[in-house]
């Protein structure tokens, strides 16, 4: 699960983001040494899937993120950009609710849906709308 998650993490992101600056292969490189850096930075975000917000068997964890990056490879080969965050965390809500222990921590579930995923959308419209006026 975690190569086939890798390559469509790769396969997505690396590549949207290199179809910006051409597809050049140099490009893409760069942005994968720069993606594998973000392992190191991304502590907190693990901790608040993996502890805060539900509990979930090392099985539970498997098939969240085989299911996940199924689901990102899919609208990948569509030619469809999806986050791969929000996959992977609805993945995980989505195993935790099939269990028949559910063990949720309802702020940290607040906060990653609600907060998490609707603002980052309208701070990202924002964001890309100041930017296109004043940038563009």
Do not use: C, H
Request: aromatic fraction near 12%; hydrophobic fraction near 55%.
């Amino acid at each position: 699960a975690v190569f086939y998650s890798s390559y469509v993490l790769g396969a997505n992101n690396i590549g949207l983001i290199s179809s910006f600056y051409g597809g050049s292969p140099i490009v893409g490189l760069l942005f994968s040494i720069v993606a594998s850096l973000g392992v190191y930075f991304s502590k907190k975000l693990t901790k608040a899937l993996g502890e805060d917000l539900i509990v979930v068997s090392p099985v539970g964890a498997s098939v969240s993120t085989f299911s996940a990056s199924f689901l990102v490879w899919i609208f990948t080969q569509l030619g469809l950009p999806v986050s791969v965050t929000t996959s992977i965390m609805s993945s995980v809500i989505g195993v935790g609710l099939a269990s028949k222990i559910r063990v949720f921590n309802l702020r940290t579930l607040f906060s990653v849906t609600v907060v998490g995923w609707g603002l980052s959308a309208l701070l990202g419209l924002l964001f890309g709308n100041l930017a296109g006026i004043y940038l563009a």
